[in-house]
């Protein structure tokens, strides 16, 4: 369990820093996405690096 949780949480993490970073016009890839310099999609991308940050300190504290 717990390396489950580790593996949603990384990919949740990076996940959400992509969108981030997107969002912020950091991270102009792929140049077609709709994502990129939207605003909003910093505020989504911290909530799901928050929740992959959550999912590794979970899978910490099963161990």
């Known amino acids: 369990m717990s ?3 580790r593996a949603f949480g990384i990919a ?3 996940m959400g820093l992509l969108w981030m970073g997107q969002g912020a ?3 102009m890839w792929p140049a077609s996405s709709f994502m990129l310099e939207q605003k ?3 505020l989504w991308g911290g909530v799901l ?3 992959g940050a959550g999912l590794l300190i ?4 099963r161990r």
Do not use: E, K
């Not at 979970?58 to 504290?61: F, S």
């Open 58 to 61: 979970l899978a910490q504290r």
């Open 3 to 5: 390396l489950i949780l």
């Open 40 to 42: 909003v999609w910093i």
């Open 12 to 14: 949740a993490l990076l």
């Open 49 to 51: 690096a928050a929740a």
């Open 25 to 27: 016009g950091l991270i």
